[in-house]
């Protein structure tokens, strides 16, 4: 979860900075990350990224609609600040459900 959090700052702060590339590659490394915890959770061993995020539709612990998020996410980023701005934000709340996750399963 941290260095999902650590890529998801680098997003935020480069949202407006006509970087597309560098704020999709955050994205992109924030979803891994968000991956990796949830197939761990799952006690799923993930090989790479190569649908993964599909395999995590069929997961108990999730996110509501990770997928469908996730495709939204990822179609929203663009050289449009805004829609990308709105993806990031969306990025943001799929990291905070999976962090709720960890504290309930903690609990």
């Not at 900075?17 to 968000?34: A, E, N």
């Amino acid at each position: 979860m941290f260095e999902a959090s650590f890529s998801l700052m680098f997003a935020k702060d480069n949202v407006d900075k006509d970087d597309i590339s560098y704020v999709m590659g955050h994205c992109f490394r924030t979803i891994s990350c968000l991956n990796q915890v949830l197939f761990a959770l799952n006690e799923e061993y993930c090989i790479n990224e190569k649908k993964a995020v599909r395999m995590i539709v069929s997961f108990n612990k999730k996110p509501k609609n990770y997928k469908e998020s996730i495709d939204q996410i990822v179609t929203l980023i663009s050289s449009d600040s805004d829609h990308t701005s709105e993806a990031v934000k969306m990025l943001h709340n799929l990291m905070s459900d999976t962090e709720m996750i960890l504290k309930q399963i903690s609990s």
